[in-house]
């Protein structure tokens, strides 16, 4: 299947920092990404769809000047995590869609700790 | 009423067992269905992607979909420790931004 990447895997910083999430469709050109957000032991919660060269698409409930989405390209999708706090301490996973079936492939995921 | 139900477990068989895992939904519009298994800490990996009504086989996982009784199955023959996981099933209608709509995943540990 095909591959996505994201970095970094993990990363700690302090609270009132600023932290970007990269995510990298390797082998194939996605015009749409997905980011979620995963706590322990539930299910993955969407938080935006990301389409490259166009705004991205929030879920109720996800502050947009929080969670900056930027597309650079049609392999690169990245999601800042403005003045972070504890409460943003997640485990943050994106996806993106491998035309023509429109399959999602994820990636790894990323582990966010703010202290 | 949710969208997609999934008993989230957990199911705890025996090595070599066969596993069956279920989720049913209410929306008829659904055409596109997926299973993914997720480890602990790590992202979802795609098994199964479906589109019609039957069975799809790969390897020990057979996924069977039934659009008439919205249920979707996912079945594990010879079930191994490292089938431990969590199975989430997910579908989307086509069109738009394909949005994945996820069951809640079963947790699955398969023991020696």
């Known amino acids: 299947g095909a591959v996505v990447s994201q970095h970094p895997s993990r990363v700690i910083c302090k609270s009132g920092t600023s932290v970007k999430i990269e995510c990298r469709s390797l082998?194939?050109?996605?015009?749409?990404m997905f980011w979620y957000r995963q706590f322990p032991k539930q299910s993955l919660m969407l938080m935006a769809t990301s389409n490259e060269g166009s705004k991205a698409t929030y879920e109720q409930g996800v502050e947009k000047d929080k969670f900056l989405i930027n597309h650079a390209s049609l392999t690169l999708s990245t999601l800042t995590v403005t003045s972070a706090h504890p409460e943003d301490s997640s485990f943050y996973i994106c996806?993106?869609?491998?035309?023509?079936?429109?399959?999602?492939?994820f990636g790894p995921g990323t582990r966010l700790l703010v202290l | 009423q949710k969208e997609v139900e999934q008993d989230p477990g957990p199911l705890s068989v025996p090595e070599g067992a066969i596993v069956s895992l279920n989720c049913t939904y209410s929306n008829s519009a659904f055409q596109y269905f997926m299973w993914y298994r997720q480890y602990s800490r790590k992202g979802p990996e795609l098994l199964m992607y479906t589109y019609s009504s039957g069975n799809k086989e790969d390897g020990r996982f057979t996924a069977q979909v039934d659009k008439s009784s919205k249920y979707i199955s996912l079945f594990i023959r010879d079930s191994q420790p490292s089938d431990s996981a969590t199975y989430l099933c997910a579908m989307f209608v086509s069109g738009g931004y394909n949005k994945l709509i996820f069951g809640a995943g079963t947790r699955l540990a398969v023991h020696p």
């Open positions: 996806s993106a869609r491998e035309p023509p079936k429109d399959t999602q492939y």
């Open positions: 082998d194939f050109q996605a015009t749409t």
